[in-house]
């Protein structure tokens, strides 16, 4: 599984940002795709999921609210759609799948996710 992520920018407090992340190859055995941030010196944070079979969506309570994950199977994409940013959500964000057979519980875990993104850096600017 192949995932491209981008979409990223430069942005100021307030405004919306939609993030896209392609996945290609064996897309079919993976049952969950998320979206995580890292910013600087701070570790890798789970922000949203979405399930492949049911479409259920998860979220930090960080981002509840104000960020909303969705998809398209038909060009197999999965979006995150940011509003309200502030200057704290400034960060490199990935795109993640599982390898499938995640339960509900486990879609935050971030070690459920094997295919990682290249990350596509946010700047929210005060």
């Known amino acids: 599984v192949q995932l491209q992520a981008s979409g990223g920018g430069l942005v100021q407090a307030g405004d919306s940002l939609r993030l896209s992340c392609a996945a290609s190859?064996?897309?079919?055995?993976?049952?969950?795709m998320g979206w995580f941030r890292q910013a600087p010196g701070k570790e890798r944070e789970f922000l949203a999921a979405?399930?492949?079979?049911?479409?259920?969506?998860h979220y930090a309570d960080s981002v509840k609210g104000r960020f909303t994950i969705s998809r398209d199977n038909t060009k197999n994409t999965v979006y995150l759609l940011m509003n309200s940013l502030k200057p704290e959500d400034t960060a490199v964000y990935y795109c993640?799948?599982?390898?499938?057979?995640?339960?509900?519980?486990?879609?935050?875990?971030?070690?459920?996710?094997?295919?990682w993104g290249q990350g596509t850096l946010v700047t929210v600017s005060s």
């Open positions: 993640a799948a599982d390898s499938g057979g995640t339960i509900l519980s486990e879609v935050r875990n971030i070690r459920r996710y094997v295919y």
């Open positions: 190859g064996r897309t079919l055995n993976s049952s969950v």
């Open positions: 979405i399930r492949r079979s049911g479409g259920s969506t």
